[in-house]
T-cell receptor
């Protein structure tokens, strides 16, 4: 069974609009971490934001925020006021206390239109 | 940016030849990982290391071996390259191997086996 599911293979968004990238996860651990990474066309993997399973508040980092709904097992990435430079692949990943290996979703390709 | 260097960045090799990819870090992090990235699969863990000479297998370790003789270097070897090992390979590092710790990635190595 997939542990990390990203249901949107690709998205087109108008510049300056907000965008939400979906991520659902499956784990029986009580303690786990959720991560989002950005991969631009140049290929590097850039860490964006982290949410811990015990964090009561949604994580925020600049224009990035994480809409964490624990009961629904979802950890959606929200990018406010999108920019052309946000065009990239975005990956959701999880680490569980029982298994520290990062488990990855298949990614969402985001294209920002001018 | 985390100090992680992968070499080579690009390589074309023939089926049946051995290939070694190098990952070098300047962060003195204990944990190092090798992933491969293929379309539709996100990243998959090949091997990881939790210290000098301490390594373990990941999800897709068949056909790969690793060595870590120094904290800063983690080598990935394809014993006899096959076309199915054509992929982009990423090295990552992490200070601790916990559910709340992000990993930082190198720039990737694009390997083509012909």
């Amino acid at each position: 069974a997939q542990k990390i599911t990203q249901t949107q293979p690709g998205m087109f968004v108008q510049e300056k609009e907000a965008v939400t990238l979906d991520c659902t996860y499956d784990t029986s651990d009580q303690s786990y971490g959720l991560f989002w990474y950005k991969q631009p066309s140049s290929g590097e993997m850039i860490f964006l934001i982290y949410q811990g399973s015990y964090d009561e508040q949604n994580a925020t980092e600049g224009r990035y925020s994480l809409n964490f709904q624990k009961a629904r097992k979802s950890a959606n990435l929200v990018i406010s006021a999108s920019q052309l430079g946000d065009s990239a692949m975005y990956f959701c990943a999880m680490r569980e206390r029982s298994n520290y290996q990062l488990i990855w979703g298949a990614g969402t390709k985001l294209i920002i239109k001018p | 940016d985390a100090g992680i260097t992968q070499s080579p960045r690009h390589k074309v090799t023939e089926t049946g030849t051995p290939v070694t990819l190098r990952c070098h870090q300047t962060e003195n992090h204990r944990y190092m990982y090798w992933y491969r990235q293929d379309p539709g699969h996100g990243l998959r863990l090949i091997h990881y290391s939790y210290g000098v000479k301490d390594t373990d297998k990941g999800e897709v370790s068949d056909g790969y071996s690793v060595s870590r003789s120094k904290t800063e270097d983690f080598l990935l070897t394809l014993e006899s390259a096959t076309s199915s090992q054509t992929s982009v390979y990423f090295c990552a590092i992490s200070g601790v191997d916990r559910e709340n710790t992000e990993a930082f990635f190198g720039q990737g190595t694009r390997l083509t086996v012909v």
